[in-house]
């Protein structure tokens, strides 16, 4: 899901000397279509829980590293972890990393966080870890009392934190002639805001049949739109694309092999408040029964592309691995650990 190639790894050769060839490793797993940890292709069931009800887990978080056919130095990796939101808490347990191995961690666009990872070097067939242990408390979101009080937000384009989730994003095609057509009809015979999302969240699910995408090439709002199929990622692209062709502001957010999105309507008082909805999986609209970590929200992020160097925006923050080789020949070779704690 991010700019979406699905789990790519990239090396970057360059000599540096006539009798000796450099080359860096590079390789880059794009966050959501890394199966099956990350991905949202991957389509694991949705775990369920109760809305309204507060649960607390352990997940386990990062990557073993392997140097394959020659040693490397300056190693760094990135990955994705939970931050604290709203509705989450987060707090590290315990920290399972190899000797020289550190860790430290990064907000981007208050939006997601990563674990960034430094494993200072690696001689041929040696192995390194940095694994994290973090207790997630996830208050399931539960339908509000009275859904109908709540009104459409007054966005303007000024804006910085809504704006953004009222213009188009990656794979979210929302001004789009097919998009903004169907946006216009969907729900206009509704007389509450809250009602009006509902229709274009029962359009969704009702015009879009599932169809496990795992290993495919994920597709935008407006191709789901014409297919009349998707995941849970092109799922939730669309019901964001046709609310924010309705000045609605949506978002997508990520956890482990999934991904839902949210809409934003502000209360009688003008409290501005965050709804989520699953748009793939068991039907639940302004509630939320999925206690997995919250990864990330949002789905527009400007990260440096390892082809061209610039700049380019991405769905999901990418989990990366880069290092410097110090003999032809090798090789990185990584595992992305993302699961819960059994012990």
Sequence with gaps: MPNF????????????????????GLAVAWAMLVAPLFGQDQESPPEEGTPGQVVTRLWKIGMIVTAEGGGFRAIR?????????????????????SPDV????ETIKDVARQMIVTIPA??????????????????LQ?????????????VKRSDAKLAPFLRPSPYIESTA??????????GADKSSAWERIEAVYDWVREKIQFEDNRGGTVKGAVATL????????????????????????????????HCYPEFYLVDPDGV?????????????FGSMPDPRPILQKGDNLLVVDPKTKKKTPVRFLPETLVGMPTSPGGRLQWKLVCEPDQE
């Design 122 to 139: 690696l001689g041929p067939a040696e192995e390194a870890k940095a694994i994290v242990t973090f207790e997630v408390r996830r208050f």
């Design 77 to 97: 990796g990135t990955v994705a972890v939970p931050m604290d939101w709203p509705e989450q808490r987060v707090r590290v347990v315990r920290s399972d990393l």
């Design 5 to 24: 190639p699905r789990f790519r790894v990239l090396a970057l050769r360059r000599a540096i000397a006539p009798w000796v060839l450099l080359w860096f």
């Design 226 to 257: 014409k297919d009349g199929t998707g995941d849970c990622d092109e799922m939730t692209s669309l019901f964001i694309a046709l609310c924010r062709a309705k000045n609605i502001p949506a978002r997508t957010v990520r956890v482990p092999g």
């Design 177 to 186: 002639q097919e998009i903004v057509e169907a946006a216009r009809t969907i």
């Design 142 to 154: 539960k339908e509000p009392e009275d859904p109908n009080a709540f009104s459409l937000a007054a």
């Design 102 to 105: 550190t860790v430290r961690y």
């Design 272 to 284: 501005g408040r965050w709804f989520p909805c699953q748009a793939a999986g068991t039907r639940a």
